[in-house]
């Protein structure tokens, strides 16, 4: 009995520790690099290359399997990059948000890299990745690899 509390203690610590370290929680900090009618206009271009990525958490030097955070970088016809990523109140209206790729760190790695030929939009991979967020049920790495497997 007293081994099955500590066992959930500490897996209910990792959990609350895996969220801090991920930016998770705290103050939203919704940065926009475009917003209205120029937004929408981006969800529709084509993708041509997807990559999907993962980068250290926060505070971290190193990817831990899931201890990590990852997104897909995607590349349009005019060789444009943006990152589609989820996390905790990441967005506003979906917590799967785009940025532009040149806000990423040095320290994202690619896992895995897909030729879509212009098959899917911007707005595809953001629904693959899903509105909500959920440390567990819905987390980034899940609504990446949804979004990497619309192109299998």
């Not at 990525?53 to 971290?60: Q, V």
Request: hydrophobic fraction near 40%; glycine fraction near 10%.
């Amino acid at each position: 009995m007293a081994s099955s509390v500590l066992a959930v203690l500490i897996v209910s610590l990792l959990v609350v520790a895996v969220e801090t370290l991920s930016g998770g929680g705290g103050t939203p900090n919704h940065n926009y690099d475009l917003s209205g009618s120029d937004l929408r206009r981006l969800y529709n271009f084509p993708v041509f290359k997807a990559e999907r990525m993962k980068r250290p958490l926060e505070g971290t030097s190193v990817v831990l399997g899931p201890l990590s955070h990852s997104g897909v970088r995607v590349t349009l016809a005019d060789d444009s990059q943006w990152l589609i990523h989820k996390g905790d109140n990441y967005g506003v209206a979906s917590q799967t948000v785009v940025t532009a790729a040149r806000h990423m760190s040095s320290d994202w790695r690619v896992v895995q890299t897909l030729d879509f030929q212009g098959t899917r939009t911007v707005g595809d991979f953001v629904a693959a990745g899903g509105s909500d967020y959920s440390l567990i049920f819905d987390n980034c790495h899940l609504g990446s690899r949804r979004m990497m497997s619309q192109g299998l």
